[in-house]
């Protein structure tokens, strides 16, 4: 037997989150890839493999091309390297908004191959029956209210949301509906703060903020938007890191090297001390 101990770290999962309801804030971030899901892990609660992965890493125009399969390879290698932080995935467009038998069978594949601990879904009037289908046959779902990425074709775009009265009345009917409907968090996104505030104090599930002010129980930010890996990133977003011209500045170094043969050096080749092997 071996004398090996295997490190344990309980993994946080749906009622950790939900019991940070107006404690300390939760701190999450998007995540696709293994390497850093890693380095991720050591600082948030929660890491989403948000379906914002086909733009940040695909090249899409939006949301709306990402597939089940997509969302479940970067599910997968998340999960390969996240030990602590709760892991939920986007359930793409077209994978649940149909008959809740669907969503469940969709949801409960991403269960089963990734090991992930939620799926999120964004929560219009048609949405919630189906999150409360799913929360009682044992999928723990994360809603999402304000503005909702999947419905851009129908938006015209990326919008803030909640400005006109009987849309803010809305969004907040439908955070209602969510949490009642069991959801153990609800990211809102792109509404203004007095509203973020609203939904906060209406609903006893935590809210996670993007772009919604610090009048929520959390904060979300897509990670490449924060380590600055995009010319350009929307208002809300604070920079943390200026990787995009960091990286170009390696790169550039490393082709000049290449260009001037000064790549791979004594130090950089095998068997330097050997003679002509
Ligand atoms: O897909 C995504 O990244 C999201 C956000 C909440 C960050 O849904």
Same mark, same amino acid.
């Given at each position: 037997?071996?004398?090996?101990?295997?490190?344990?770290?309980?993994?946080?999962?749906?009622?950790?989150?939900?019991?940070?309801?107006?404690?300390?804030?939760?701190?999450?971030?998007?995540?696709?890839?293994?390497?850093?899901?890693?380095?991720?892990?050591?600082?948030?609660? @929660? @890491?989403?493999?948000?379906?914002?992965?086909?733009?940040?890493? $695909?090249?899409?125009?939006?949301?709306? !091309?990402?597939?089940?399969?997509?969302?479940?390879? $970067?599910?997968?290698?998340?999960?390969?390297?996240?030990?602590?932080?709760?892991?939920? %995935?986007?359930?793409?467009?077209?994978?649940?908004?149909? /008959?809740?038998?669907?969503?469940?069978?969709?949801?409960?594949?991403?269960?089963?191959?990734?090991?992930?601990?939620?799926?999120?879904?964004?929560?219009?009037?048609?949405?919630?029956?189906?999150?409360?289908?799913?929360?009682?046959?044992? %999928?723990?779902?994360?809603? $999402?209210?304000? @503005?909702?990425?999947?419905?851009?074709?129908?938006?015209?775009?990326?919008? +803030?949301?909640?400005? /006109?009265?009987?849309?803010?009345?809305? %969004?907040?009917?439908?955070?209602?509906?969510?949490?009642?409907? !069991?959801?153990?968090?609800?990211?809102?996104?792109?509404?203004?703060?007095?509203?973020?505030?609203?939904?906060?104090?209406?609903? +006893?599930?935590?809210?996670?903020?993007?772009?919604?002010?610090?009048?929520?129980?959390?904060?979300?930010?897509?990670?490449?938007?924060?380590?600055?890996?995009?010319?350009?990133?929307?208002?809300?977003?604070?920079?943390?890191?200026? @990787?995009?011209?960091? %990286?170009?500045?390696?790169?550039?170094?490393?082709?000049?090297?290449?260009?001037?043969?000064?790549?791979?050096?004594?130090?950089?080749?095998?068997? +330097?001390?050997?003679?002509?092997?």
């Amino acid at each position: 037997m071996s004398s090996q101990r295997q490190e344990t770290v309980r993994r946080l999962a749906a009622p950790d989150i939900a019991a940070r309801k107006g404690g300390e804030p939760i701190v999450c971030l998007t995540a696709y890839t293994a390497p850093m899901a890693e380095i991720l892990d050591a600082h948030c609660d @929660l @890491l989403l493999v948000g379906d914002s992965v086909g733009m940040v890493v $695909h090249g899409l125009p939006n949301t709306v !091309g990402v597939t089940l399969d997509m969302m479940i390879l $970067h599910g997968q290698a998340v999960m390969r390297t996240a030990r602590r932080a709760m892991v939920v %995935i986007d359930m793409p467009f077209g994978s649940y908004e149909g /008959a809740p038998e669907e969503a469940y069978a969709n949801a409960a594949r991403v269960m089963k191959e990734t090991g992930a601990q939620a799926v999120k879904v964004e929560s219009g009037p048609t949405v919630v029956d189906t999150i409360e289908y799913l929360v009682k046959r044992g %999928i723990p779902v994360m809603g $999402h209210v304000g @503005l909702r990425p999947q419905s851009v074709l129908v938006d015209g775009g990326f919008k +803030a949301k909640g400005k /006109a009265n009987d849309e803010r009345v809305r %969004i907040l009917e439908e955070a209602k509906a969510t949490a009642r409907a !069991g959801a153990f968090a609800v990211v809102v996104e792109g509404v203004a703060e007095g509203l973020a505030r609203e939904i906060t104090d209406a609903i +006893a599930a935590p809210t996670i903020g993007i772009g919604a002010s610090a009048g929520c129980d959390g904060q979300i930010l897509v990670t490449d938007d924060m380590l600055g890996l995009f010319d350009w990133t929307p208002k809300f977003v604070r920079r943390y890191g200026d @990787l995009r011209r960091q %990286i170009d500045a390696a790169v550039g170094a490393y082709a000049e090297d290449v260009r001037a043969r000064r790549f791979p050096g004594p130090a950089e080749i095998y068997f +330097a001390k050997a003679a002509n092997t």
